[in-house]
């Protein structure tokens, strides 16, 4: 009976892979001048994105990374943009850290979050009990890919006697391409610029710049991106830290790039000048506090049958240290094979790939079925 088992489980695990080209069930004949996407997932007949269409994504709806699933052809020759805005994150992507008109530093300007790629803070300016302005210290940015920068050095304040905060270290390098074979998610924040003070006004450091979202094109036919093609994941930038009776905060680092992942069964043809921007956000360096710190760029990866593909990307920003290797790909088509096939498969909230669970209580319970009736046949042999 656990032979059986466990050799039940093992097919059911090797039965699919964590891409789909979807059920072809939603229209993506993209050609109005702004197209606003409400959902995450996209199960496209084909995709057509027209020249002078762009895509966008209301955020305050869809918090996961986006997925155009195609079972046909797809055909880009406008914008679709997962980027951040400013503090605002992309699809998939996590806010910056903030800072209060309280004082605030250390742990409590850090971007939220556990992967240990967001943004610590700035330090809060320490008047010193004098009446003399401090500077807070900038927020360091965001790690994705690469590590983030740390902040600018803080400039003293107009008088002597009080203390500087400190600037805010960049978050540490966490998700590669190699991740994508099994999960998928968006960046991350920079964090908070400290808090100045005078002893008599405390002005707040600027937030963090958000994390960019992430964006998955997946297609059983052949993918073409012509020449006003921008696929844009770019990290948020920080905010300047606000100013009062001569005391400054510091400005926030920026939040980091997301992915653009390419997968298709087919052929990938890059027609013209097809642009790609999955840059961090810009240093921060507006206000008179400690300037914030840039954050790491995105990933952009590419998988085609062939492990190659025709033409080149135009890489904007710091976008040029992307990963534009290819890689074969393994793509299950849930409208292929048996009618009793019941593969689900699906990104999860948390970002992480899973299959259905369907499939795997089906199995259980025919492998145990199956072991009874061994069993029984065992008894009544013996």
Known sequence: MLIVLIATLLLSSNASAYLSYGDASDDCNWTATTVTLEKAIWNCDDLTVANGTTVNVDTSIVTDPIQLRVQGDADIDGIIRVSASGTTAGPGGSDGGTCSSTPCSSTATDAPGSTGGEGNGGGAGDHNGTFNAAFGGGGGGAGFSANGSNAGATPLGTNIGQTAGSPGTGGSSFFSSSDLDSSLRGGVGGGAGGSGGDGTFTPAGGAGGAGSGSLLIVAKGDIILRTDTLLEAKGGTGSVGTSAGGAQGGDGGSGSGGVIYIVTSGNLTLSGTPEVEISGGDQQTGGSGGPGGSASVGILRVDTA????????????????????????????????????????????????????????????????????????YKLRW
């Open 306 to 377: 062939s492990g190659s593909f025709s033409g080149s990307f135009t890489l904007l920003g710091d976008s040029t240290a992307a990963n534009t290797n290819t890689a074969s790909s393994s793509i299950t088509d849930p409208l292929s094979g048996s009618s009793s096939e019941s593969l689900v498969s699906d990104i999860s909230p948390s970002c992480t790939y899973k299959e259905g669970s369907e499939r795997l209580l089906f199995m259980l319970l025919m492998s145990f079925l199956i072991s009874l009736s061994l069993f029984q046949a």
